[in-house]
């Protein structure tokens, strides 16, 4: 039976909308796990979309690596940036994408779970589409979308929380097709619902589904019909990248218990280890991969992981010690790792420099806690759950502060986006979330 109500709707900025189904019943829990939601907005890869200078399409950016192109920053003045707009939101924990002058934002507001596009200038209302919200919640007491939506060409792809997978026209939001992957693969509602943000590679959708017909599904990009499936695993809060291996363009995937390189073509294994912890844990970083190398890393005691993929898979370190990531994804440049280790909830986590190729920690840094980093040039974008926002110059010998600013009034574990110049946090606030708009940059 479909957890999902039949009816939906969909405004454009100058109609009207329809009558709206009524909100289903929702239960609340609190849980000292809430940051992990975050790996929802967490990683289309680099060779699947064809993004401009300036754009953010998918979850960490053009590559899905937290790498923004072609992104001037500057450092603000004591007042901190500039607020170009800000708009309220409803629940959830996706991370805002922009392609062109267009943003698409995805929330929850009582029983809708609703896509929008605004102007990423101005955060004027473009169109809005809505789809009634499956999710009945579970360990944390919001009931969003937790996975980041994914700007393909001309599409616009949602996965709700509830695992409800819809396409959508990037011009003007019609509705193209829905895949109930939940119902449809047997997949259990886990921790915090559905968080791993899709992929769309080889004119494919690529989801880490996690049920109990299949872990990884790829869907067809034009109609939703089933393309592969692949390995027999529950979903993680890790989402999927692209990457070239040996010169071979590979799906990499972390789920529940296992990482997995495969052919986005077919679906086919070229290579799968156990990674991660049972009981009480969650994967939810990003994978890496750099020259043949695939980096993985978790916090609860698993750690970090250097293989080299280049010939037969070695392992080339790994250790609890360098690198433990909750939720937030590494970025990498020129061999070395800036990145988050540490947990929230045990409030431990710093920010750390460490050799790529060694795992040695070079310096770190606890004023940050817990951050999402964005790379831009030679400067990190350092996003602090606090509401900060951090300007640093690369520098694998010290922690080199350029300029702070606390940017938003309450919590922000949300990833950011950077797209020529702006920078779009999320306030986490429930219902009362809001969309927030900083110029750090030049803009075009």
């Not at 909308?17 to 975050?38: K, N, T, Y």
């Not at 110049?421 to 979330?433: F, I, M, T, V, Y």
Request: with cysteine; aromatic share 8%; hydrophobic share 40%.
């Amino acid at each position: 039976m479909s957890r999902r109500p039949a009816f939906t709707s969909i405004e454009l900025a100058s109609g009207s909308r329809a009558a709206r189904a009524p909100a289903p019943a929702a239960g609340q829990a609190p849980s000292r796990w809430v940051a992990v939601l975050c790996a929802a907005s967490v990683v289309l890869g680099a060779f699947s979309t064809p993004a401009l200078a300036g754009d953010w399409p998918q979850i960490l950016g053009p590559h899905r690596n937290g790498r923004a192109d072609g992104e001037t920053l500057q450092a603000w003045k004591e007042s901190g940036p500039k607020r170009l707009w800000s708009r309220n939101v409803g629940m959830g924990y996706a991370g805002a994408v922009v392609q062109g002058n267009r943003t698409i934002v995805f929330h929850r507001v009582g029983g809708d779970e609703i896509v929008e596009c605004w102007n990423v200038a101005t955060g004027e209302p473009i169109w809005k589409t809505t789809y009634p919200a499956a999710y009945r919640g579970g360990v944390n007491a919001d009931l969003g979308p937790r996975c980041t939506p994914i700007i393909h060409k001309d599409k616009v792809i949602v996965y709700g929380a509830a695992g409800d997978l819809h396409v959508l026209q990037l011009s003007d939001g019609a509705k193209l097709w829905t895949k109930e992957t939940w119902n449809d693969y047997d997949a259990p509602d886990g921790y915090f619902g559905a968080g791993s943000s899709p992929l769309v590679a080889d004119n494919k959708v690529l989801i880490n589904v996690g049920g109990s017909r299949a872990a990884i599904v790829a869907l067809s990009l034009a109609d939703g019909q089933e393309a592969w499936t692949a390995l027999d695993d529950q979903a993680s809060y890790s989402s999927p990248t692209l990457a070239k291996i040996n010169g071979q363009l590979r799906a990499v995937f972390v789920t529940r218990m296992k990482a997995a390189v495969l052919d986005p073509q077919n679906g086919e294994i070229k290579y799968q280890a156990t990674f991660g912890a049972r009981g009480p844990t969650v994967n939810a970083a990003t994978p890496l991969v750099v020259d043949n190398q695939l980096f993985l890393s978790a916090a609860y005691g698993v750690g970090a992981r250097l293989v080299d993929l280049s010939a037969e898979p070695k392992v080339v370190w790994q250790n609890d010690d360098s690198m433990s990531s909750q939720y937030t994804t590494c970025v990498t440049v020129g061999g070395i790792l800036y990145g988050s280790s540490g947990r929230e909830d045990f409030r431990n986590g710093d920010l750390r420099c460490v050799d790529w190729k060694s795992g040695k920690v070079l310096w770190s840094e606890k004023k940050t806690g817990v951050a999402h980093v964005i790379l831009a040039g030679q400067h990190l974008l350092v996003s602090t759950i606090d509401g900060r926002i951090l300007l640093l110059r690369t520098n694998p010998k010290r922690y080199e502060q350029l300029a702070e600013a606390r940017v938003v009034d309450g919590l922000n574990r949300v990833l950011p986006a950077l797209a020529n110049g702006r920078l779009l946090l999320r306030k986490s606030s429930g219902e009362r979330s809001q969309m927030i708009c900083l110029q750090v940059g030049k803009t075009n």
